[in-house]
């Protein structure tokens, strides 16, 4: 037994590193990436509309046309301009502001849980209250399937952690979407804010793809 152990003990070693390593190698394929080895700041990560997704890297944000690159802000001025034809919305306030002072740029807010359905292009906002202290995020509907009862959006600055080792940028999620006593719900999901509501330009009726 004692001449046995140190090949039990090689034998599981080997199992370990192979192990760990096979996990390593599908993490990474499967878009996650180290922790401390985050995207390079600016990656494109996919795209919608001609209208470019990036990672949120390291290194100082420059502000750009649209605002700080990458924030969740920037993508959806950016989509907002060359989409909607929108005027620019930078340095006009955090996210949370795209729904508690949405009549300032431009856009009408509707609340989760009332009575309008979200719909294409408009603009997500998750926010506990307009007090909460946080500033919120955003992200653009880019479909709204009432059949499948779900909410697909695109966002920026917006990482997914496990396993205290690896990280994945996303670009793209989606969300159950309810329909009940003529309210509609959009639930947070796994998103640290609650979704206060969705905005869209004053007068201007959204696209409604898959939206049944």
Known sequence: MIRRFPHLFLVWIVVCVVGVAGYTFWRLNTGWTFRFIPLVHGTV?????????????????????YGLEYE????????YVQVLGHR????????????????????????????????????????????????GHVAVVIEVDVQEGTITFIEQNMKVFTDYV????????????????????????????????WSRPVNQSSPTRSQQ
């Open 88 to 135: 620019n919305l930078t340095k006009t306030g955090h996210a949370d502001s795209y729904f508690w002072d949405a009549q300032a740029k431009g856009l009408q807010a509707f609340p989760n849980g009332g009575v309008d359905a979200p719909a294409i292009n408009d603009i997500l906002v998750f926010d506990g209250g307009p007090k909460d202290g946080s500033i």
């Open 45 to 65: 990560l996919g795209e919608y509309e001609g209208v470019t997704v990036h990672a949120y890297g390291w290194g100082d944000s420059v502000r750009g046309e």
């Open 72 to 79: 969740c802000v920037e993508l959806v001025n950016r989509y």
């Open 166 to 197: 690896f990280e994945r940028d996303v670009w793209k999620d989606s969300l159950p979407l309810t329909h009940l006593n003529g309210e509609w719900f959009v639930e947070s999901g796994n998103y640290s804010f609650p979704i206060a509501g």
